[in-house]
Nanobody, 123 residues
Framework: QVQLVESGGGLVQAGVSLRLSCAASGRTFSTYRMGWFRQAPGKEREFVAAISRNGGSTYYADSVKGRFTISRDNAKNTVYLQMNSLKPEDTAVYYC????????????????WGQGTQVTVSS
């Protein structure tokens, strides 16, 4: 069992940066691939970024590539999402996810979800 708790969301203006954190419980954090998804009102949950178990590989949705950076600290059981140059279209609830699947971008492959943190970007 893994419990995930996100933090760091908020209301910001377009163009600024924000960093999300996700703290995981349990001693098995390093055995999971970790990811971030987001869900805007009226839309389906979508993949944002993922990172391999040792942090050596990262993957991004095209919409955030070059602006967002995912990282993890296995010693602290924490995964981060650094979001730069935020746009109004980035507004959504952001969810941390843990998966044992190699299909890290697939919603149904996620084993554990966090409760989500709201990010609102005003223009």
């Amino acid at each position: 069992q893994v419990q995930l708790v996100e933090s760091g969301g908020g209301l910001v203006q377009a163009g600024v940066s924000l960093r999300l954190s996700c703290a995981a419980s349990g001693r098995t954090f390093s055995t999971y691939r970790m990811g971030w998804f987001r869900q805007a009102p009226g839309k389906e949950r979508e993949f944002v970024a993922a990172i391999s178990r040792n942090g050596g590989s990262t993957y991004y949705a095209d919409s955030v590539k070059g602006r967002f950076t995912i990282s993890r600290d296995n010693a602290k059981n924490t995964v981060y999402l650094q979001m730069n140059s935020l746009k109004p279209e980035d507004t959504a609830v952001y969810y941390c996810a843990a998966t044992s699947s190699i299909m890290t971008h697939i919603v149904r492959e996620v084993n554990y979800w966090g409760q989500g943190t709201q990010v609102t970007v005003s223009s």
